[in-house]
T-cell receptor, first 109, second 114 residues
Framework: QKEVEQDPGPLSVPEGAIVSLNCTYS??????FMWYRQYSRKGPELLMY????GNKEDGRFTAQVDKSSKYISLFIRDSQPSDSATYLCAMTGGNQFYFGTGTSLTVIP | NAGVTQTPKFQVLKTGQSMTLQCAQDMNHNSMYWYRQDPGMGLRLIYYSASEGTTDKGEVPNGYNVSRLNKREFSLRLESAAPSQTSVYFC?????????????FGDGTRLSIL
């Protein structure tokens, strides 16, 4: 079993839709959770950074962590064509750092 | 504030040639990393340097060597390039190794080996 599982998509939504991106993990030592956005031909860019369980909101983006279920989510409200990118989850704890393989998102105008 | 800078951005090599990928960060981070990213495989750690003067193997180190030149710079060398090393290579840095701090990435080097 992989440490971090992420559905690769691709996911295609109309502009204005709410997008839900998810990752599951197996290691209960993970305590810090991140979401990165990667545009085509660019490096991953840190989008959200959260600790332990709960929600964190930043503009149109909300990161949610459920440690009891080992499940994290990123919600994008009022999605825009500029949100079209690959989104990678990442998590760290116990001196280990793992990335998901990424979910490709296209927002159609 | 450039963050993490990688050079070159693109390179084509022939099998057996050698090459060094350069990376520099200006965030005064202690730790630096080299990843490769392949379709469907995600980011795979090649080598990392927890601090100046130290380097350690990651998940896929075979065929690569690294040098932590100083606190700012971390280079990746392919001594004898193989087609299986065709990939996009990313350098990243963080305040501390494999810890609670997020990693910050450069924009990558796209390497093709014929």
């Amino acid at each position: 079993q992989k440490e971090v599982e992420q559905d690769p998509g691709p996911l295609s939504v109309p502009e204005g839709a709410i997008v839900s991106l998810n990752c599951t993990y197996s290691n209960s030592a993970f305590q810090y959770f991140m979401w990165y956005r990667q545009y085509s031909r660019k490096g991953p860019e840190l989008l959200m950074y959260t600790y332990s369980s709960g929600n964190k909101e930043d503009g149109r983006f909300t990161a949610q962590v459920d440690k009891s279920s080992k499940y994290i989510s990123l919600f994008i409200r009022d999605s825009q064509p500029s949100d079209s990118a690959t989104y990678l989850c990442a998590m760290t704890g116990g001196n280990q750092f793992y990335f998901g393989t990424g979910t490709s998102l296209t927002v159609i105008p | 504030n450039a963050g993490v800078t990688q050079t070159p951005k693109f390179q084509v090599l022939k099998t057996g040639q050698s090459m060094t990928l350069q990376c520099a960060q200006d965030m005064n981070h202690n730790s630096m990393y080299w990843y490769r990213q392949d379709p469907g495989m995600g980011l795979r750690l090649i080598y990392y340097s927890a601090s100046e003067g130290t380097t350690d193997k990651g998940e896929v180190p075979n065929g690569y060597n690294v040098s932590r030149l100083n606190k700012r710079e971390f280079s990746l060398r392919l001594e004898s390039a193989a087609p299986s090393q065709t990939s996009v290579y990313f350098c990243a840095s963080s305040e501390n190794p494999m810890s609670n701090q997020p990693q910050h990435f450069g924009d990558g080097t796209r390497l093709s080996i014929l």
